[in-house]
């Protein structure tokens, strides 16, 4: 009966070890995968790029729920064919482009902060306002770092001009033309 205990322990202390050694293993790749972003830009040739780098002041928001200021910068508008979408690629629609607003957003807290920047930007069109088709969503930002994120408009091909409305949701807006 004693020899029956210690093989019912000893297959007890090795389960137990056995469900140790995979759960660091699970965890050890969990951490070595990196999450993508859900919007990507793609190798595939740029049709034309408008050069903006225009800074604006936006509040975003800390572990604690504080409001943070962080500096956004709009530093140019491309245009598109292809871009990525969760590691798919998808091609703009016959006689549509994609419209690509690339951002960079510096945290300068010494604490990670979130915003989301898809937020901060509409396409003017007819005297409408649309948001970014394709975007990353809640974008962290480091403590003391830039934060480059990119937002999709799909549009039509033949347009040349568009104004961009830029500022938080609630409050004043800036106008930002773009032209092509």
């Known amino acids: 009966m004693t020899s029956l205990k210690k093989y019912f322990r000893l297959s007890v202390v090795l389960g137990v070890v056995l469900i140790v050694l995979l759960s660091f293993t699970l965890l050890a790749k969990a951490a070595k995968r990196k999450a993508p972003s859900s919007l990507q830009v793609t190798s595939a040739p740029?049709?034309?790029t408008a050069v903006i780098d225009q800074s604006f002041e936006f509040q975003a928001i800390n572990a604690a729920k504080d409001l943070k200021p962080v500096t956004y910068t709009i530093t140019n508008v491309d245009r598109k064919d292809e871009i990525k979408v969760k590691d798919k690629s998808r091609q703009a629609a016959s006689g549509k482009d994609f419209l690509l607003v690339r951002v960079e957003i510096q945290n300068n807290q010494t604490e990670r902060l979130a915003i989301v920047s898809a937020d901060r930007v509409r396409l003017?069109?007819?005297g409408k306002l649309f948001a970014p088709d394709y975007h990353n969503g809640n974008v962290?930002?480091?403590p003391l770092s830039v934060r480059r994120d990119v937002l999709a408009f799909v549009v039509?091909?033949?347009?040349k001009d568009f104004i961009f409305s830029v500022g938080e949701l609630e409050g004043d807006k800036q106008k930002l033309e773009v032209n092509f």
């Open 140 to 142: 962290v930002i480091d």
């Open 124 to 126: 003017e069109e007819n």
């Open 46 to 48: 740029t049709k034309a």
């Open 156 to 159: 039509d091909s033949k347009t």
